[in-house]
């Protein structure tokens, strides 16, 4: 019988690791179809373990009618054929081991496709009690903008959190709970180390369907997340993954206000960390950076857990481009993989790619756009392909000549990949080097850190032997004293910081 160790061992895997999320339909596409897939993700495990990551991320690869970018899956143990087979997943599975990485997939249990069998057996009035099906719409909110709720031609309404494609499952069900115990073992089997987990802490609504007034969505009480019995089905998870050798491990995307309700799904039987998106939410402020460093972690202290951190994702816009400068975005990313627990990066970071602000509507896919009526543009911005190799689109993302699903803009060949290899000023090598070193000093950095008294605008601290100083206002500071600057955002760094920039020192 395997034997787990408990979630504390600092020995973990995950607790200090630097993973990598693939938003796979623009990472790199093999089969000249203008969409990523997975064998164009092993082409570039080389890259990747170059930069210094530990593990990948996948956002979801699942047969999908693409309705929210894969976040509508349609049969949760097969691979859309735009992205590959199972033989293409088992290959990369294999591959991101043998290259010393460790690989996590996307599972979405809040809602399916509306193309998902069990739909089309509720649309043709078999198993509605699957999903969540009312006499009555209430005044719930899509996260996409409009109602939450869509009428049949017979009248009944269905409730869906995201687009209409989107249907909530009901989690009540049992069938629902049995159903996704069984993918997460499909998925175990084949030798996945652990799972995202889509919307976790949305799963139970409010079985009286009240009205949420005025209360934020995420606020303590609401109707709709963080349910106390959420916490029974990672119990459940928590034991499957735990029954399988490898330190296997789940991350929940738990949006939530409260703090106590955040650390109930780190308890040391529920999910092994939580995603704080606190740090991607903060302005460029040193005491907003600092409030949010010290309440994220009070909140994860008494789980035992650490934890995990963010600049970037498929759903924001890229940290550089709202930081508004190359510059503060490498002292971000030295101030981010300086503090406790771990971190997560987006594709295209390591690149220094910015937003792309200037897509054309008739290109635009993410349903945000159209459900707010323009309102927003939605998240397409920070989904546009890769650059790998030459001077104009699709640059090595596709085959030449092919269209990638998103434009790419014209002005990127400073930004391939290619072109930042072997240039020691690139942002490319910029990460590397702080990949190398973070993961030189992590065996002896204790999991806390202390403060140190700055100016203002500045924030110092310790943890163990490494200091960090990040300046975020726009005149220099004076550093702390130290023995030597073992990496600048920004060069090398003398007795004083400039501003926009930040640095570690021994
Ligand atoms: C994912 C989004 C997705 C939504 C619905 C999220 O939180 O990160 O990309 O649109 O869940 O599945």
Redesign the pocket.
């Known amino acids: 019988m395997h034997v787990t160790r408990s979630s504390n061992s600092p020995e973990l895997w995950w607790r200090d690791a630097v993973v990598y999320e693939v938003y796979v339909r623009s990472f790199a596409d093999s089969d000249g179809d203008g969409e990523g897939d997975l064998a164009g993700i092993r082409s570039k495990l080389p890259y990747l373990r170059d930069l210094g990551v530990d593990a990948l991320w996948l956002t979801p690869f699942y047969r999908s009618p693409l309705a929210?970018?894969g976040?509508d899956v349609a049969d949760y143990r097969d691979v859309d054929p735009r992205f590959g087979t199972l033989s293409d997943l088992d290959a990369l599975v294999a591959a991101t081991h043998a290259h010393g990485m460790r690989l996590l997939v996307d599972i979405?249990p809040?809602?399916t496709s509306d193309q998902h069998p069990w739909f089309q057996e509720a649309l043709a009035g078999i198993h509605r009690d699957r999903y969540l099906f009312r006499k009555e719409p209430n005044d719930w909110r899509s996260?996409f903008g409009g109602s939450a709720w869509t009428q049949l031609p017979d009248g009944e309404w269905y409730l869906h959190l995201?687009a209409p494609e989107?249907p909530d499952l009901n989690w009540r069900n049992p069938q629902v709970r049995e159903e996704f115990e069984d993918i997460l073992r499909f998925w175990l089997d084949r030798g996945v180390d652990g799972f995202r987990i889509?919307?976790a802490a949305g799963l139970f609504k409010d079985p009286e369907y009240g009205n949420i007034g005025t209360l934020r969505p995420h606020e303590d009480g609401s109707p709709i997340y963080g349910r106390p019995e959420v916490h029974g089905v990672y119990r459940d998870w928590r034991r499957i993954l735990d029954s399988y050798d490898g330190d296997r491990m789940a991350i929940g995307?738990v949006w939530t206000e409260s703090p106590a309700d955040f650390a109930r799904f780190l308890r040391p039987d529920e999910l092994h960390q939580a995603f704080t998106f606190a740090l991607q939410l903060a302005p460029w402020s040193a005491p907003e950076f600092r409030s949010v460093v010290d309440k994220v972690l009070a909140a994860v202290r008494p789980t035992g857990s650490v934890p995990t951190w963010v600049l970037s994702?498929?759903?924001v816009v890229r940290h550089r481009t709202r930081y508004g400068s190359a510059a503060r975005a490498h002292a971000a990313l030295l101030f981010m993989l300086a503090l406790p627990g771990s971190a997560y990066l987006y594709q295209g970071e390591e690149l220094g790619l910015p937003e792309v602000l200037d897509l054309p509507e008739a290109a635009l896919q993410d349903p945000i756009f159209a459900r707010t009526g323009g309102l927003s543009r939605g998240?397409d911005g920070c989904r546009v392909p890769l650059p790998w190799s030459g001077s104009a689109p699709p640059y090595g993302f596709t085959a030449p000549g092919a269209e990638p699903w998103l434009p790419m803009p014209s002005d990127w060949g400073p930004l391939t990949a290619e072109a930042q290899t072997d240039d020691p000023v690139s942002t490319l090598s910029f990460y590397q080097r702080a990949l190398r070193l973070r993961r030189a000093l992590r065996d002896g950095l204790p999991e806390s850190l202390e403060w140190l008294e700055s100016p203002a605008d500045a924030l110092f601290f310790r943890r163990g032997p490494l200091l960090c100083a990040l300046n975020c206002g726009s005149e220099p500071v004076r550093l702390p004293p130290h023995q030597r600057v073992l990496l600048g955002s920004t060069g090398q760094p003398g007795r004083e910081l400039p501003g926009g920039a930040a640095v570690w020192l021994a």
Do not use: A, F, K, P
Request: charged share 30%; hydrophobic share 10%; aromatic share 12%.
């Open positions: 929210d970018g976040y979405v809040n809602h996260n995201y989107q889509d919307v995307e994702s498929h759903d998240r």
